[in-house]
């Protein structure tokens, strides 16, 4: 079965860091472009981060790029995005999701980890 | 980036017919037919029910459709059921090797 599962979201303040997990099984890992995905509360999907299969090539979100980084180990299976300097507007449930590489879909999909960003 | 636009809210009555929405700009949905639809239920994470414009994943009802003209794609849902109320987005690879997201629409079975 295929599968997601991330954690590592929690209270945070203003200007801290946190770093999220996403545990992969199920697929061949290494052969898919992971991302982030994030919604915040009553709001839509923005997407925040992209990785490479090999981890090497990533990608963010304007809004995130400088504060957070996208990495992975496939040894594991298993992807990371730390977090620096958190703003309240970071507030949000993240999701963790994959595409084959490929193709231009996400068709794997955690249930999410809330990261809240208060003081 | 900015996000593409869907109507916020849909309606029908079961067994009919609706369509929504997903405009962007020449910078994403005009240069790709690389758009998708994920269906999310409260508190569950988004499903995908349609990849690259019209093509359904195994297990995705028929009753889903997909269609494009210039910037503006389109998800349409025969048969309405009770199960298909939902919050519906569309996304879109974009010319920065980067996705956007719409806002969302939910979609009342009334």
């Known amino acids: 079965e295929v599968q997601l599962l991330e954690s590592g979201g929690g209270l945070v303040q203003p200007g801290g860091s946190l770093r999220l997990s996403c545990a992969a099984s199920?697929?061949?890992?290494?052969?898919?472009?992971m991302s982030w995905v994030r919604q915040a509360p009553g709001k839509g999907l923005e997407w925040v981060s992209t990785a490479s299969g090999s981890g090497y090539t990533t990608s963010y979100a304007d809004s995130v790029q400088g504060r957070f980084t996208i990495s992975r180990d496939n040894s594991k299976n298993t992807l990371f995005l730390q977090m620096d300097s958190l703003r309240a507007e970071d507030t949000a449930v993240y999701f963790c999701?994959?595409?084959?590489?490929?193709?231009?879909?996400?068709?794997?999909w955690g249930r999410g980890t809330l990261v809240t960003v208060s003081s | 980036q900015s996000a593409l636009t869907q109507p916020a809210s849909v309606s029908g009555s079961p067994g009919q017919s609706i369509t929504i929405s997903c405009t962007g700009t020449?910078?994403?949905?005009?240069?790709?037919?690389?758009v998708s639809w994920y269906q999310q239920h409260p508190g569950k994470a988004p499903k995908l029910m349609i990849y690259d414009v019209s093509s359904r994943p195994s297990g995705v009802s028929n009753r889903f459709s997909g269609s494009k003209s210039g910037n503006t794609a389109s998800l349409t849902i025969s048969g309405l059921q009770a199960e298909d109320e939902a919050d519906y987005y569309c996304?879109?690879?974009?010319?920065?090797?980067?996705?956007?997201f719409g806002g969302g629409t939910k979609l009342t079975v009334l």
């Open positions: 199920g697929f061949t890992f290494s052969s898919y472009v």
């Open positions: 020449s910078s994403d949905i005009g240069t790709y037919n690389y």
């Open positions: 996304s879109s690879y974009t010319r920065s090797s980067s996705w956007v």
């Open positions: 999701t994959g595409k084959a590489d490929g193709y231009w879909f996400f068709d794997v």
